[in-house]
């Protein structure tokens, strides 16, 4: 991800008015470009100020920003005494080797030395610099910061040269560590969520921004590509109130849309349930929707792939569509079959409508069958949608059971559209929010961690499991 880091403000007397249409300009050009950072549902907005800055400052750039950006300025004398606060605060001090700003930022650097004067402020010291960075990962600061420099010659660059070849690039790559023998898997990132998009002449949309309490896309959307995952998991009914293409295209495309390259999606009821339809999911989502030859989802829409050291399961809950839910459906006998032919340690199954619930829509008995099959074959987790909400069940059977050998069955269908209240909650339900967000999953070769990320980006729980 990257940033701006504004320095106009090294400038005297810089008018709020010029910040204010500079920051307009920059926001619309470059913010919602996908590998911008955001934090919080905001762009992220680094900015240098000059010595003897006052709270002063600090009111006009909060005044400018309007709340839009997620503010990082420069530290100054009595910089926390000020009534008005930033988002955070970091220290631009290129010749000191450390500077903790605690509860906001640690920065290091390699050295200093201004193209202007005969030595260096800062001696290069690679065993320094690693002792540095160590100790910066240790602090768990928010913000952790490698100042440097590649437009003077002033000695900080961490970029590979002839005189220490990769080795900064390589200690920052290790935090500080001595480089080991990578894992034969490394862990890669999901990002999961269902129940989308807003329809585009919904009253909410207004324009793709959405409303403080619905059509939430945008703000899930930011947060999904702030984890900079390895893949994309939606989870059904991405688009209101019907997925036609030209839906697709104007509400569902303007936000998720940026990830769609790594996305391997699931189709829900409002994609269409009956014989001949999800035209229009088909068509959006192309070879990666694996509808049949005539571009719908009869008899098909089901599929697996392979991530990492996972096996992951794409199912068809639309089962009138998807040709039956039952144990001699083609889709129940593929899903044999392909958990035969497929026994990795891990494996994660996807669908729309959630075995388990206890959101307004409730359990569907009509998934047990191929919940069953997923059981037995010893499938770890499963993710669903449909109920507007975000629920966690610990382990268990095709009935309802706990079992520490089951499936870890999630419900992540906060996705924007709106949210549902629960209802009664059901066995071995252990977390429920209301509430927009993102599933995040870290798949390890023999174990996995998640988190339910909300529309800022607030951690709403969080845990890990070994694989079954």
């Known amino acids: 991800k990257w940033a701006f880091y504004y320095e106009k403000e090294s400038y005297p007397n810089l008018p709020r ?3 204010e249409a500079d920051l307009a300009y920059l926001k619309t050009k470059y913010a919602n470009e996908p590998t911008y950072a955001w934090v919080n549902g905001k762009p992220v907005m680094y900015v240098y100020n000059v010595g003897g800055s006052t ?48 509860n906001y930022s640690y920065s290091i650097s390699p050295g200093f030395w201004r193209a202007d004067e005969p030595s260096a402020r800062l001696e290069r010291d690679l065993e320094r610099f690693k002792q540095n960075v160590r100790d910066m990962v240790a602090s768990n600061a928010p913000w952790q910061l490698v100042t440097t420099f590649n437009e003077w010659g002033e000695g900080t660059v961490v970029e590979s040269a002839d005189e220490w070849g990769n080795t900064y690039l390589d200690t920052l790559h290790n935090d500080g560590q001595t480089a080991t ?139 009138t569509a998807a040709g039956g839910c039952g144990t001699s459906s083609p889709q129940h006998k593929w899903l044999v079959a392909d958990l ?11 669908w729309h409508h959630p075995r388990f619930s206890s959101g307004g829509h409730g359990d569907h008995a009509f998934m047990a069958p191929l919940y069953a099959a997923l059981d037995a074959a010893g499938v770890d ?10 629920e966690r069940f610990g382990p268990q059977d095709a009935n309802g059971n706990a079992d520490l050998q089951g499936i870890r069955q999630f419900v992540a269908g906060g996705g924007g559209k709106n949210l549902y209240s629960f209802g009664t909650v059901k066995d071995n339900s252990e977390f429920r929010a209301k509430s927009y967000g993102v599933l995040r999953l870290d798949l390890s070769s023999e174990s ?7 529309d800022t980006g607030a951690t709403l729980d969080r845990g890990e499991a070994a694989c079954s």
């Open 55 to 102: 709270c002063a400052l600090v009111d006009k750039w909060t005044a400018a920003a309007k709340g839009e950006w997620y503010l990082v300025l420069k530290v100054f004398s009595g910089y926390r005494t000020c009534a008005n606060q930033p988002d955070s605060w970091h220290q631009y001090a290129p010749a000191n080797a450390t500077d903790h700003q605690r």
């Open 448 to 454: 996995y961690t998640w988190a339910f990320l909300s």
């Open 381 to 390: 987790v499963a993710l669903t949608g449909h109920d507007h909400d975000l």
């Open 17 to 19: 008015s010029e910040i």
């Open 340 to 350: 035969a032919a497929h026994s990795r340690k891990c494996t994660l199954a996807t």
């Open 181 to 319: 023998t990578p894992p034969t898997s490394d862990t890669v990132t999901v990002v999961a969520s269902g129940d989308i998009a807003c329809d585009p002449i919904s009253s909410s949309f207004n324009g793709g921004n959405g409303t403080s309490s619905n059509c939430r896309q945008k703000y899930t959307a930011q947060v999904a590509a702030a984890q900079d995952p390895d893949a994309v998991l939606v989870l059904g009914d991405l688009q209101y109130e019907t997925g036609s293409i030209t839906n697709f295209r104007a509400s569902y495309d303007l936000s998720w849309g940026a990830l769609k390259n790594i996305t391997r999606p699931t189709i829900g009821n409002h994609e269409g349930t009956g014989l001949g339809s999800g035209k229009g999911y088909c068509t959006y989502f192309g070879a990666a929707a694996h509808c049949n030859s005539s571009g719908t989802q009869d008899g098909a829409a089901f599929y697996s792939f392979d991530l990492g050291a996972w096996h992951i399961v794409v199912l068809n809950s639309n089962c």
